[in-house]
Structures are given as structure tokens and as C-alpha cells.
């Protein structure tokens, strides 16, 4: 991805030098998902164009120098299929990574497909083979998790374990997902497997509500042909005029924020984690929607290593009955990378794949 | 307080006969607090006037039918010096009582001076004697802790415990609070007596400011003479550039609460505590200020008896340190009630009190 | 119940006059619990004999003075499916009520069939007729739920839904579960739909872990046939050598405790919740077990009614999938009740129900 | 330290070669803590002798290879006054350090003075010169704060902001402190400072408690002079009967241990912090102590680099109300440092510290 705005080109380039420590995954699978449509919109800011996109990828280990090993200590062989987390540096010192324990906010952090230029080397899963640097958390895929599995997940999987940890459901709570995205998608099926009593989806269209369903989800609301108002009507209608104990924002746009705040009962919780760009204000009434209310709400944003690390137990515990190799709808090779794009941007699948070596 | 916007009147009832665990309370002091204001201004809705206003409210025990005692079962006798919780009804068994754990947002809560018109009894501290119905929590007021102690803390104090409840300070947080009135300023406190690294009181006039300081905030910025860009400066000056760990709203203004989304650091919290009216609208940013910060976003409604135990434990322990007399800054008589109504209106002191027998 | 350690006896009593706001369940199904067991046992200190047992019970409404109402006000008719929590008092006002959030604690608290006489009235399900004094929390039996669904679940339901609050499980987290009796078995059913990643359960016999495995365990470990440092071993062989992120007790034993506390994992927690007496003291190294462990070790008391609530939910969401109608294995009349008794304390089956007009 | 039980020996080390980013300070001083009387006795495994004792330390940049910076990005000048964190390793990736975020249990944890032998290099601060290995956080000391007030806190006080971490105090909550050594008396102090209602140190000598009496506990009681029962009865007896909401073992004492488990209230918590070393077992009774209390029993185990960040705002706001500076009782030169140790074995004064230089 040379600029914002205009078409992904191929460049080849040479295999590099490992340093110890480091090593070569040749890529199986990797994903385009919204913050790579983002991308491409110039929407992040501080990119160091031209990048190699793809921050979530999985494949098998090609080569390393000196021994690879797992977050356990365990040797990692030629071969194995790998996953590892996308953040590939964080500081460990800084106050957000120690005494504030908000690591996603250390102004060191790099993430693999968005932060590093295509002249640092291979940072990138839309690449034939990615570079590991040294520190990277990697994990063995577990026996019975696919690559499909595995990057169907993706990287709304990871965020979805994160926004469950801050969603902090308790048995029998309704919640409320905005968003039938790769991440909305997985939230909820991770909160119905964490004791929602009620998970209900808004988003579209409705071959993704269907997924949706299929992923776990009791019921969907069409957005496309509800009114805001129809759309509250039937949250309250399903939870015996209450609302619901918690909302999951993961849609990205003002005006679900708004809707949203309706949507959560006193005492509820409302977990941001959709707007991952500035897609314009909201408007907001802090005695109606917040202060009365009694309402947390919680920002949500990235994901750390340990959400990578639960999300693999998390494929290998449910991907029998969640299926998630659904969501990554079609697989595209390098010289369709273009094509992917625009499919991702028009949102007319859940998520299109990369393989770079089709 | 026969109807929003005429004046109070003076009227006299009969001393009502009590039943079975009921007890009268002799006023010592009451206080007009923004409530009383803005059930004067007709903002809250479900109000049955004409009412006694008045909700905290401090004297002694005038008579008992039956034993009254303090809720660890210690019996009280006549002329003890009292306190009681304003609020003397939830149900105890509604979700939000139970499963949300969120009492004060039970539909069948009712509070002294609020919700119970004059018909019903006397329901309000600005009554020479105070009607304590069986079930309300009352507690003898520690030995040290007098009436203006008591009544300067008032129903800003109550509110504070559960501020401070809410804001979860760790040892070394910046705590910024937005608003110097009766909440502000108790809650810039217990935040100090929390453990906070730093206090910072935004409000004004100047005279509050000097009593913020001396009841324990660190640095005070008047709002009076600063713009709000100067006041976001000011703070993050204060934070080495990161912002507050905590901010607490208790200012009842829109635009403070886009000022205080500004000044709360990645992965901090605010509390949102002013809004007990509605006065209008703010507007947010999801992304800039909630997903990306990480922030955690507290609406606080109301107290609970626990906050009102508490906050006995509270003046007991720091009434030396703290001037919460000084907060309730001048006493008026039944026939200065609607003199004490404007002065409180104005802002012109920081809480007016009441005594009826004066 | 005459009095510790001589048989039940059948009396009749008058159907008592009801006041305003009390009621009669005609019962349909009660149960022998294993406190029922300590009450003859005689294990239980204050107990005022003769008392009418069985905490626990459902059935329909005879007849109410005035409308009865469940917790959101809704009337309730002659004929309703109804259960109740079994709590019938608690103050409400004390510091365990209030300050410390734990109302399991009030010195107040009267359970039925446990703290009142059966001179008291009729307050246990051993009755053909319960009386529901006035301020009982009441609920409809959700259609779907049928009795023998919801006493299956029973007081060990309730627990379990404490019990999971208290252990804040974590997506992936692996739980161990010690009991197989009804407690465990919720436990472990609560713990996989609460998002665990494996559930371990240790109990006997054999027909009990069968069960436990219906219920959604994944392993269940024999406590008759291993030995304390196999069945570690075998915790640890499932946890890669790390130890349970979350232990619950639910065997009442010492023995167990010891076992417990080496299952746990670093950093992990253990919930205590089966020692509702005093079977003896545990050896315990505070270096070895707690400190270095960096363990959180979590008593859970009794239920509150935000509990039981939240069991009616979660039998309506569930009870398709976790058979508690297979944990009230066996249904005695009244004539049995003492054969049903002793099936109790010998542990035979998960749990004996009472159907006093059989 | 060449082994355990022998004196300790001068040595003399070559000045390190410092690789890119490492830097040297030349120490100020450090202390003999409990941990180096423990690795005296060789009570601590896998310790790699002979060792450079001296874990916390503090001194003057001497010099550095490459800019040496603080976690905020600030540059950092020969001669500045200096603090590191002496955990200077953990992985950042295990199941400890992310999923668990537990990463004082890191596996690869490495602590200066006690994990790494002196052959190694200057890995502790009774060497005139310490080695800050790359990555090591360090951070200049706030201006008002001494090197005798930063190593009178030492250990003790970083270890204290991860116990009031743990130990959650509600404001008015009574802290009961068991130790009056280095930690006790820190803890008390900070205790205090988030918002107890009262703070009880048990501990000895009566040299001790009076300095823990004027660093905040409000109340102190003498081991030496009390007996079990007489220890309780006093903590009841401050607390109207119903013991502490929080309790702080800092004693390392079996015995202690058992007598929190007393001194706690019903819903109270327990932070178990002074177990360093396996001093033997207590009994235990789970019916009584944990679960019928719903106690929180909490061990807490190290520190992380955010505690030692923490630390630094704890001295610079509160050095003139603590007197940390008078924990540090006595200072000894090197060749005075067995006499230094056998002081510390015997408790005879707070802490010893060390001046490698006199």
C-alpha cells in the first residue's frame, strides 16, 4: 500500500537477514479488516506509507534463528502452524504499560500491518512471509484450530476477548451488540458463552444477522429497515422494558453511540470499542444517559497479549459451535488484493481473506 | 414550598400521632441544598407539592413510640443528638435493589423533601419537628461531630462517599474536580483523604476556591477568569502532559462535561455526579474521548444508607481537618426561608442552612 | 422436625389467618438438602425446634390478602407457578446490609425452614401450605421452567449463581469444581455457561459424576478411587502444569480445602462455599499456598435475592441444556419423609425432593 | 555474600564494559532488608551464591553508554539522583505477565541482589557501583525527596503500594496491620492515607510501634506484652465488636496469620503479604474463618514496576507527614556489614542501611 487513495501494488523483496531470535512465518492466511479499509482512507494518522498491510496473520514457521519458542518456554519447530500477536512492541515501562495497566496505551506500541514502513521490513501479512521479530509473542495454533478458524476470528476476536473482559457480564444480563462486523459478530458469541441471558445483534444486512445468529446470537434487529425508534422499542420489548444490563458498541458510528445510550438500563454498562476512527460527534445528555442512569460506560481499545493468548483457548474450546471460519467469507489472492479492498469497504461480507501465494 | 416558582409559606401542622417504631426528631439544623433550588424552579418532575422541603437534616430525639434504635440495634433516647438517612423507602426486592445492586435507582425510593407532599406528614427538615417513619435509618451523631459539622457536610456528603466509591482512587492519581459547591468540595476532601497524588478544584467565585483549599484541594482554578482552553492547559500542566487519573463532575453543566472528557488521562475514569437536572446537551466524540482514551465514563445517582454510615465515620475521623462547618455558611430563621432560597440560587455562599426554631 | 437426632413427625396445623400482603403456596415439591441433614444432625446453633423444614420450595398460590406482586409489581393470580426466596428477612439497614454489601451477614436474616419455630407458623416446604409472609420476594416460575426443573436446581442453584459471581470467571479460565453434590453440580454447569475453558469436577460416586458430565462438566475426577496426590496430578496434567485460574469448594470437607488451595494456580482464585459447618481445621501454609501464589481465597455465604432472581433466568435460558430436573433424582410424600432423610445423609442420590401430599 | 551462613566478604570487581544502553550508578545507599537476613540463612532456593546483595538502591548516575532515560522518554544526566525498579527482568509475554497479569509470578522474574550471582556482574547495591542493565526502569527521584527518605521506604514501601493495592480500602474501613517491621509501618502509613477510619499496628519492639504510631497507625499494640486473646479483645473492642474490614499480615508469622483470620470482620478482606519465606504452617478452620465470614483472603506477592513508580509520588507528596526517613535507622559502611546483618536479624531497629562508600 504505497499512499492512501490509490491501488495496492506487488513489490518483491529480498529474504532478510534473521537476527538471534528472530524469524520467518511463511504466510498462510491473513485478513482485510476495517482498520485496512482505514487505511487506505488515510483515516490513521502518523502511517509511514508505503506499508505491507495485514496485522493479523497466521501460517507456519518457515525458519528461525536459534530456537523459537512459545510464551511457555516450548520450542517451536519448522512447520508448526503459528499464530502471534500483532502488537509487536510495547514498552513495559511507561506508565500506561505499568501503573495505569493500559499497555494498548503505551506510546511505543507497534502493531504489525499499520505501523511499520514496508522499508523496515516485512511487518505485513499481505507478504509471502512475514518477519517475527525477536519478543514476538507466538503460539502454536491448537491441533484442532484451522487457519480458516483461526484468522476467521481475526482481529475481531482478539478485541472481542477484550470487550468482554471490560463487559464484565454477569449471568442472565441481556446484551446488546452494535454491530454485526467481524467484531460484533464475536462478541457476541463470546458473550453469550460468558452467561448473557439474552444476546441480541443490531446491524446488517441480513446475510451477516444471519451469520450472526448462527454465531450465537438470540435475536437480530435489521438496521437497514428499522427506525432508530422501532430499533429501542424492541430492545425494551425483549427485556420487559428495562434495557439491557449491557450495550457492546461495535459499529463505529455516532449515531449508534446515541441509540446505544438508550438502549442500557440503570446500572448498566456500555462498552465502546467500535470507534476505532473519528467518524464525527454525538450528542449526549449527561443527566439523561449518564448520571441518572447510574451508567459505566467503558472504552475499549486494542487488545494485549493476554487477549491474543485466551482467544486461542477460546478457538480450540468453541469452534465446534461457533463458526467462525464463516466469517472470513472469501479468500483472495495478491493480484486481487485490490478487489478485496473495495469488497471490504462496501461491507458486502463479513470479512475478505488474503492468501498470498494463490 | 406550595408550588414550583411562588414563595414558601409558613404553615403549621399538627404533631402527627406516631405509630409503632415511629419517632419525631426535633430540628436543629436543616439546609437548602440545589435540590431545594431546583425543586423551587419546578425541574423535577413527580414532585407532590406542596411539600416540606428539606432532606438532610440533623437534631434531636423529641419522642419515640416504642424503642428507636440505630441499626446496630442500640437504643436511643430522647434528646440524643440524630442523624437519619433522607432516603426512607426502596423496596429491597426489585432488581435494581438486588440483582443490579443499584438501590438508588428503585422506582419505589422515596426521599425527605422531595417526594412526599405536606399532606402526607412531615417529610422535611425545614419543619420545626421531623417526622421519622419506622424503617428509617437513624444513627446518634459521634460525640465529636456537631450539628454545623453534620449539616455542613450535608447531602453533598453523602453524595461524596459514593463519588469516591465510584472513582476507585489509587495511591498517586490526579483527581480533577469539576464544580466547587457543597459536592465539589467534599468530594475534593475524601479525595485527598483517599490517597490522592494531587487535587485540582475548577469552580468559582474566589471565596469558594479558598475554602476548596483549605478543605484540602491542592491547586483551585477559577472559572471565572480563565478560558476553557486555559483551564485544559492548566490541568494538563499539572499531569506532565497526561491528564487526570480521576475526574469527578459535580458542576451540573454541559459544557464541563466536554471540558472533563478533555482532561482525563488514557485509561482513566470520570465520574459523572452534577447532573441531577437536565441542562441541556453535550457533545461527545466516541472516538477522541472514550474508545481510544480507554476511559472508563461513572454516572453517580444518589446515596445509600451504607454512603450515609459511612460518611458519619468520615466526619468523625477528619472534623478536625476538615472545615466542613465552614461549608454551611450562614443560619435563617422559618421567616428568612425564601431569603435563603435566592442566596442559594445566586451561588452567592456555599450553603445556606436552616434552622426553624430560630 | 421435634428436635435433633429422633425422627420427623406429621402434625396438622390450622391454615393460619393471613394479614394484609401475606399468602399461601400450596406446595408442589420441597427438598431434602444437605442442610436439612445438619438440622438433624443437630449441627446448626440456634436452631428453636420444632421447626417445619425445607427452605427451598415451589409451588401455586391458594389465596393471597390483598394482590400479591412479584418484584417488578406485576399482580399475581390464585393458581400461579410460583417460587420465593427462601430469605425472608434481612434488616436492611445494618452495616452488613449497607456499608459492607453483604447481606448474607445481617444478624437479622430468617430463612425459612431453618430459623423460625414451627410454632412461628408455617415457614418450611415440608408443609402442605407455606406461608409467604408479607415482603417475601416472590416470582413467577418462568413457563417454560417446570417444578421439577426448579427444585432440582434448588438452594444449591442459588449458591451456584453466588458462588459464580463471586469467582468472576475469566473466557478460558480453567475451573475445578470439588463436590458432586448439588451445589457442585450447578457449580460446574454455571461455570462452563460462564465461560470457563475446562471444568474439572472431584466428587463420587460414579453416578453423580455422570451426572456432573451431563450437567457440562468436562472431566470428572473419582474421589473414591484416587488419591489426593493423583487427583493434583491429573489437575495439573489438564493445566499444563500451571494449576486451576479458578477453584470452587463445594465439599464442606478439610481435607479438601488443603487439595484445593495446591490446585490453584498462580495468581488464580479459590471460592469457598462448602463449609456451611464446622467439620474441623486445615493445615495451611500461608508461604507455600497464599502468599507466593499471589491466591485470592473467596468465603461465599448463603444467597441473596438478586440470586434467586437470576436462577429464574438462568433455569429459563438453560434448562434445555443442564438436566437439573435429573438432580432431584427421587420424590418422597410425607410418610417418607424420614427414609428420605436418610437417603440424604448417605449421599446416595444428588438429592431427595418432598411432595407433602403424596 | 559468599554462601549462606558465612560472613560476608569484600570484593573488589572490574568496572563493566557497558553495552548500548547501560548504564552505571554509583550508589548513594541501600539497605539490609528482611529478604538479605533470609538469603543469609539461606532460606531463599535456587539463590546462586556467592551473591552482591542489596536489592533497592539508590544513587548518582555515574555514567551511561548511550542516553539513559526515565519511562516518560526524559533524558537522563550524569549526576542525577536516582531510583530503579530492581525487578529488572520480567518476559512480558507468559501466561503470568499478560493473560494472568499476575507478573511478579513471571517464571523468568530476575530481582537485583538476590537472582543474580556476583559473577554476573554488579547486580547489587552494597557494591559501590551498581550496573543498570538495559531496559532496568529508572526514574530520578522527585526534588524533595532524600536518598534517606527513598531508602527508608525501600522494599518495604513498594511492597506497601501493592498491598493497599490489593487491599481496596473504603473509606472509614479499620486497617488492622500485623509487623511493625520496614512493611508493617509503611503500610499503616499508606493505609492511612487512603482513607482508614482507623489504623492498628501490631507489631514490637516499643521503639517500633511509636514509629508507627508517628508515621499514621492511630493505635499500636505490643506483641511482647499481650497475649492472643488480649490482641483480639483490644481490635474488638475498637471496632464496636465486629473486627476489621481489612487486615494486613506483615509479620511472616504463622501464628499471625491465625490471628487475622480472627481479627477480620464478616465481608472483610485479609491481604496475606508477609509470608516470604515458609516459617511453617497455621491451622485453619474454612467454616469459621473464610467461608461464614465471606471473608477475602488476598495473598500479594512482590512488586511490579508500577508499585515502584508509585512509590516515587507516594514520597514526594507525603515525605514531611512520614517519617520514612527514620525507618532507616542506622547506616553502616562495608567494612561494618556483617555487624549490619546480625542488626537485622535481631530486629533491634527498623532497617539498617548501607553507604558502600564510608
Known amino acids: 500500500m504505497p499512499a492512501p487513495r490509490v491501488p495496492v501494488e506487488l513489490r518483491e523483496f529480498p529474504e532478510p537477514d534473521l537476527p538471534a531470535g528472530g524469524a520467518l512465518l511463511r504466510t498462510a492466511l491473513s485478513e482485510v479488516c476495517g482498520t485496512d479499509v482505514h487505511l487506505w482512507h488515510g483515516r490513521l494518522s502518523g502511517v509511514p506509507y508505503p506499508i505491507i498491510p495485514g496485522h493479523v ?150 446475510t451477516r444477522l444471519d451469520l450472526a445468529l448462527d454465531m450465537g446470537a438470540d435475536h437480530a434487529i435489521d438496521l437497514d429497515t428499522t427506525t432508530a425508534e422501532e430499533r429501542l422499542a424492541r430492545v425494551m420489548d425483549l427485556t420487559s422494558g428495562l434495557g439491557a444490563g449491557v450495550v457492546i458498541e461495535a459499529a463505529g458510528s455516532p449515531r449508534a453511540f446515541e441509540e446505544g445510550l438508550l438502549m442500557a438500563r440503570n446500572g448498566g454498562a456500555y462498552v465502546i470499542a467500535g470507534h476505532y476512527t473519528n467518524t464525527g460527534n454525538s450528542t449526549v445528555n449527561a443527566h439523561e444517559h449518564i448520571n441518572r442512569k447510574h451508567l459505566d460506560i467503558r472504552g475499549c481499545w486494542g487488545s494485549e497479549a493476554g487477549h491474543f493468548l485466551r482467544a486461542l483457548q477460546v478457538l480450540d474450546r468453541y469452534r465446534d459451535e461457533i463458526p467462525w471460519h464463516r466469517v472470513g467469507a472469501r479468500t483472495y489472492g495478491l493480484t486481487e488484493i485490490n478487489e478485496a479492498l473495495k469488497v471490504a469497504e462496501s461491507l458486502a461480507i463479513p470479512k475478505a481473506l488474503v492468501d498470498p501465494w494463490r
Not at 123 to 144: C, H, I, N, T
Not at 151 to 161: A, K, N, R, W
Not at 174 to 190: C, F, H, I, P, R
Open 57 to 206: 496473520t497466521t501460517g507456519t514457521l518457515d525458519k528461525a534463528r536459534g530456537t523459537l519458542t512459545d510464551v511457555q518456554g516450548n520450542a517451536l519447530a519448522e512447520g508448526d502452524r503459528l499464530a502471534f500477536f500483532d502488537v509487536h512492541r510495547t514498552c513495559g515501562k511507561c506508565l500506561a504499560c505499568t501503573a495505569h495497566r493500559t499497555p494498548t496505551r503505551c506510546p511505543s506500541r507497534r502493531v504489525y500491518g499499520i505501523t511499520d514502513s514496508a522499508a523496515d521490513g516485512l511487518f505485513g501479512g499481505w507478504a509471502q512471509k512475514v518477519y517475527l521479530e525477536p519478543g514476538v509473542v507466538v503460539a502454536k495454533l491448537p491441533d484442532r484450530v484451522t487457519f480458516e478458524d483461526y484468522i476467521g476470528g481475526g482481529c475481531g476476536l482478539l478485541t472481542s476477548v477484550h470487550i468482554i473482559e471490560r463487559a464484565k457480564i454477569v449471568l442472565g444480563d441481556t446484551v446488546v451488540v452494535q454491530g454485526a462486523g467481524a467484531v460484533g459478530m464475536s462478541a457476541a458469541a463470546l458473550a453469550k458463552k460468558s452467561g448473557a441471558g439474552l444476546v441480541i445483534v443490531i446491524g446488517g444486512p441480513q
